[in-house]
Every structure is written in structure tokens, then in C-alpha cells.
């Protein structure tokens, strides 16, 4: 097929902080040494921000950097933190852990709240203004590599205007290809290109596996009277008696608190359900008496890249680079990946304006940027928090717990030993014979809802005729394998409704509901045959999220 195609010195994939931050760094190095540079930032989502979720917490360091009189700037901040708490749950009370017993990498002085949606907007504002393109509602669908040099050249833009055959459609436009110098990915968690490259050029060799947690958030509006600007509140414990996580309260402006739950994905019971985790979560009497007389005003899912130091493959190859949460840079210790993915964007510029000023040739494999990372503050940080997801994963919340504080608060994060976690989060999942079910309450309407409700709140934009992005390697899996040995967990782990059994002819029969995805990729993590491959939709598809 004719494809159209656009050249540029810096493709770069994803409108999130890291890819924004790298985009910003790369223009203000090229108006500041008068070197002309084309950017262009390609970003699936329908708007810049729209496919954006986390808790948030910013810690400035990054900001800072990238605009050092961003005060004067109107970031879009929420409140700043006034005070942190730590508590941990039974089902039925709360129990305040002191401050000087928390791990200090929690504490939250001098970080603000803010909605990461919000966030990615302004630095896409700044980006243009410094003379990047960004093109949103366009979808990167496959890599463009020169086989014989065996290097990426760029991306090719998903086809718009397929049916679910794919047939071409009235007004079917082909994807252009966008051709780079150099390739940044920055498609965050479990990114579809970030995974094929890392697999095609062995990035992970001798590195742990990734690991994940599955997030979720609700923003409410609640009575003034039950509201205290700039509350930060951390829990342990309940409802996770048969996974490992936690869950936040963050009292932001306008009598707005968000509240979120994150669920290990290497947990082993596959009767457990994070989406009721969460609803459950609500219910506690310290959650329930904030909430009570609010109302829910939005809600997403989210999977994060938790594996930390331990994890990171070589980010560096054969005509670009890997970056923010496509590679795992979120530091798991301090629950935020914000200032770090934008630093790993910000080195990622200055590798490639220093190779472009050198004259290095299109293509190569930049591996200097490895000595970069490693003589900058996000080596060290994610350094020191090496150990306290694998602490976690080896010896549980509680002693896990106690380990990340002495590691964190008695040896600054330097303990003299590396633990390690090797077994991928799928591989920890047991047979549903050898684990009790749990018996999860009906929603309530008031604190509790069930999925279809709260993806409503999504603002969902599929195009419903058109080719599946949830693909099978194996259709009969489903039904031959995972339901007998593990009762199905798609029918629970994902947070969105997608996927059903339902019987057919007396026989069963897996169904996927593709047009309720909110690109979680938690099925493409958690799958125990990995037989769930998730790809982008036609662009512009998926999650519209405001103020998340």
C-alpha cells in the first residue's frame, strides 16, 4: 500500500510527562545553540491528557530543571501538601503509624497535588511554543525498522476507517509513516512498541522481570465540613488480605479528594477482583466518613510499572530510545513516577542534542545515554529504592514493611545487599481450586458502584465496528485452559467489563466487549498464558479522562 510519510530529526511516541519533557528539553537546547530541530510528539489519545491517570503527587526536582521559573508559569497545581499520614487498616478501624516509623522515602513536604492530565496539558502548551509539533488522535501501531541495518527508522500510523474485518470503510485513510532520526518511545506502562523492542533487541537481558500494580482512582466532591485542604493520607493492611498494595486519600481544591487503591499484580488467588478490592476499600469507616453525602465525579484504572531499579532494560538501541514508564522508571519507594519519567525524558534530549552536534550518524545506538543516566540524580534515587518492592514481594506487607523502613531511614537506601524478585507477576497466579472464593458485597450506589457505572464515568470513545485490539494467540485458551484451571481471571482482574463467559449453546464461550477498554493493559499483564496481546485501537480511541 502507498503510505504517505513525513520526516523529522525526533519522532517521539506518547504525550506523557516523559515524552513532553524530552520534547521541551530537545527544543529549548535547539532555540538556545540556534540548531534547527524538528519535533514531532505522536499521542493516541483524542487530546493530550486524555489517556492521562495517576494518584498525583508531583515532587518538583524535574520542574525545576526543565523551567526554572515555572512559579511565574501557571502550572497547573492543585494544593500543596500540608500534612501526611500513614495508617494501617483492619476491616473495621485504623491505626495512625508515627511518622518516624514510616519509611522517610513517603514523606510528602514540599510536593504538591496535581492532576497529571492537567500537567501533560501545559507541558504540551510549552512544547509548541518552543517549536515541537504534537499530533494527538494519532496511534503508533508498528515500528518501521531497516532490516539490513537493523535499526528503527520511526513509526507507522494505525490505518483510521476499518471495520472489524478489516475491510476498509467509506473514508478510510491509510497510517503514514513518521520517519526519525532517532525514536523516542514514551508510550508508558507496558507500552505495545516498548515491549516489541525490548524483546527484539534483548533489552532485558540479565535484568529482573517487570513488575506492576493495577491503580485505580475516584475523585469526589464531599461536604466542606468533611474536607481538609492539602491532607495526604497513605494506608497499608485492609482490604488487601490476599494481595499486597495500598491506598491513598488526597484532599485536593474545590472540596475535591481522590482516592485510589493499588493492587499488586502478583498476587495469587484468582477469585480476587481488584476492581471490588477498591469498592470494598470505600467501605472502611475512614474512608465511608468522608465520603458519605459526596458525590463521585470520575474514576480510572491504571496499571503502573513498579519493578523499579532492578527492572530497567537497557534504554538505549539502534536508532532510539526508551523512556518514563515504557521502561520503569516510576520509584516505587516514594509511590511516584512524574518527576522521574520527566528526568528520563530530559537526559534523553540532551543525549540526542549532544549527538546531533557531533554529527553522529542517524541510527546508531546512543548507548552513551547509559552514562548519563548513571552520573544523574533518577540513578540514584531509583539506586536507593531498589529493594523495596522485591522486600515487599519476598516477605509481605508487614515484614516487608519493617525492611523498607530500616533500609530507607537507618541506611539512607544504601543497605548493603540487592534483593531481587525473578518471577513475573503472571507466573504467580494459582489454580482457582487450591484458593477459597471471595464473596464480594453488591454495590451500594452510594460508596460502591459496579463497572459498568463507573466506566461510564470514562467518557469512552470506541468506534465499535472497528478491528478488535485485544488479540488471542490462542482462541481456545480461554475456554480449554484458563477457565478450567483459574475460573477465568479476565472475568475479575479487568477493571472495565471487557471480558465475559457467557454460555453459548450450553457450551461456554469467551467474550471480549473491546469498546469498554480503558487501556489499562492489566489483561496483556496478568493473562496466565500470556495468550492476551493488547494493541492501540484507531487513534483518538479509549478513555477521555478530565482533571485525572
Known sequence: MERESMDFDVVIVGAGPAGLAAACRLMQIANDTEQPLSVCVVEKGADVGSHILSGALLETTALDELFPDWKNMDVPLDAAVTHDEFHWLSADAAKTIPHRFVPKSMANEGNFMVSAGNLCRWLAQQAEALGADIFPGFAAKELLIDE???????ILIGDMGRDKDGTKKDGFVPGMELRGKYTIFAEGCRGHLGKKLVKHYHLDNGKSPQHYGLGFKEVWRVPAAQHQLGKVVHTGGWPLTEASG????????????????????????????????????????????????????????????????????????????????????????KIKGIHTAM??????????????????DAGKDLDCFATRMEQSWLHD???????FGPALHRFGTVVGGMF????????????????????ADYRSLGKAADFPKIDYPAPDGKLTFDRLSSIYLCNIAHEEDQPCHLLLRDQQIPITSNLPLFDEPAQRYCPAGVYEIVNAADKPKFVINAQNCIHCKTCDIKDPAQNIRWITPEGGSGPNYSGM
Request: charged letters at 20%.
Open 148 to 154: 539490513e541495518l537493523n535499526t528503527i527508522t520511526g
Open 246 to 333: 495500598g491506598g491513598f486519600i488526597y484532599h485536593m481544591d474545590n472540596q475535591l479528594v481522590a482516592v485510589g487503591l493499588i493492587v499488586d499484580l502478583n498476587y495469587r488467588n484468582p477469585h480476587l477482583s481488584p476492581f471490588d478490592e477498591f469498592q470494598r476499600y470505600k467501605t472502611h469507616p475512614l474512608l465511608a466518613a468522608l465520603l458519605t453525602d459526596g458525590e463521585r465525579v470520575a474514576y480510572g484504572a491504571r496499571a503502573i510499572s513498579k519493578g523499579g531499579f532492578n527492572s530497567l532494560p537497557k534504554m538505549s538501541f539502534p536508532g532510539g530510545l526508551l523512556i518514563g514508564c515504557d521502561a520503569g522508571t516510576l520509584n516505587f519507594a
Open 381 to 387: 534515587e531509583l539506586h536507593s529504592a531498589r529493594n
Open 404 to 423: 523498607n523502613y530500616i533500609e530507607q531511614n537507618w541506611f539512607n537506601g544504601h543497605f548493603p545487599m540487592t534483593l531481587r524478585d525473578d518471577k
Open 343 to 360: 528526568k528520563s525524558g530530559m537526559l534523553a534530549a540532551e543525549t540526542l542534542a549532544e549527538a546531533f552536534m557531533k554529527g553522529v
